[in-house]
């Protein structure tokens, strides 16, 4: 790792820590659940991937993005990262949003619904609710991206 990639490294998880400080805060006026609370301080699946077979960003209205990345093996994802600047709800998210689609194929990782996401947290307030949203549709771009990038290499082998 460069010493570049490891200052952006440390300052994405200061970033973090401040969005988890700020959750945290925000708590007086709304109710996160436990598997919310438990996602966003130990979430899954939240790193960089070199090299990714698939990778999808997706820009919220609210000013956040997410970015996933894919390995696939045998037509089913392997490996599922993401990165965020967004809230700790979105942070929460893309940990449980990342865990549901390991293992999958890609039709079945296509079709997963932010209510599933949703449910699997038990819910968020009403203003965090796109924050699934904004996970789901990443992971959608992500494995188009990957579709895509099958289709450029298949053209180019003739
Ligand atoms: Fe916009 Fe979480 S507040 S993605």
Redesign the pocket.
């Known amino acids: 790792m460069t010493e570049q990639q490891h200052d952006e490294q440390e300052s994405e998880l200061d970033r973090i820590v401040a969005n988890i400080a700020e959750m945290l805060a925000e708590q007086d006026n709304e109710t996160y659940s436990p598997k919310v609370i438990h996602e966003f301080k130990n979430p899954s699946n939240l790193a960089h991937m070199d090299d990714p077979d698939g990778q999808g960003i997706s820009d919220?209205l609210?000013g956040?993005t997410m970015m996933v990345c894919l390995k696939i093996e045998d037509g089913r994802i392997s490996r599922c990262t993401f990165e965020t600047d967004?809230?700790g709800?979105?942070v929460a998210c893309g940990s449980m949003l990342t865990r549901i689609a390991a293992g999958m194929s890609l039709e079945d990782a296509s079709n997963i619904d932010p209510e599933q996401v949703l449910s699997a947290l038990d819910g968020l307030p009403e203003g965090?609710r796109?924050?699934a949203t904004?996970a789901v549709i990443a992971l959608k771009n992500a494995v188009r991206d990957f579709v895509k990038r099958q289709a450029a290499d298949a053209e180019e082998g003739g």
């Open positions: 919220g609210c956040d967004g809230c709800a979105t965090h796109h924050c904004l």
